[in-house]
């Protein structure tokens, strides 16, 4: 519900009138090797429809991190998910993860569920060579437009798309392998 009522107060930044299914949220579960996973990165919980899918994937010792702008939002995760933020599984960082770098050094995946195809091609492209930068095995892009993919495309030579009709509207999984050649400043 918290995500419904906060699309009306700020629907340019939430984007999308409801939240991820679970065909989405396993989809993207899917694409994650979790006995390697040891921290994955998290940006644009929304409510949390896909941090629910994946805690239990989790391996003893890893962890999710959470990079929410909206505060009412990271409200109710840090009411959802008390029981998970205190034994360390998860953590709920109030910010912008336009500004990556500041709280993230390293992540073995880095999910990406923010609206990029709304960013400035200047944002975006340096959004996406933060996320490269401290990624290590893949980059998972969540976005409801065809469009993503081509500017993923257009930053990245190895990006492979999952259509997921399961979910209102249908939505698209983006998967980028962190050895994928960079390609930013290759095409204007
Ligand atoms: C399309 S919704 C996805 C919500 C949820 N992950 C889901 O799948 O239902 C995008 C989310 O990104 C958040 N968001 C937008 N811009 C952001 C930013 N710069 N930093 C962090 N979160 C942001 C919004 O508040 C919203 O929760």
Known sequence: MSHLIQFFKHPIRIASILPSSKSVAKTIAESIDFTIAEHIVELGA?????TKILLPYLKPDSKITVIEIDKKLCNDLN????????????????????????????A??????????????QKREQFFTDIKAVTKYACIQLNHSPNA??????????????LVILNFPPAYVYIVRSNATYNSGART
């Open 149 to 162: 993919g081509k500017q993923l495309r257009e930053h990245f030579s190895d990006v492979k798309a999952k």
């Open 79 to 106: 009411k959802k998910f008390q029981n998970e933020i205190k034994i360390g599984k998860l953590e709920i960082i109030t910010g912008n993860a336009l500004e990556l770098r500041k709280y993230i050094t390293t």
């Open 46 to 50: 929304g409510d949390g429809p896909i």
């Open 108 to 121: 073995d995946y880095v999910i990406n569920e923010l609206p990029t195809t709304l960013l400035t091609k």
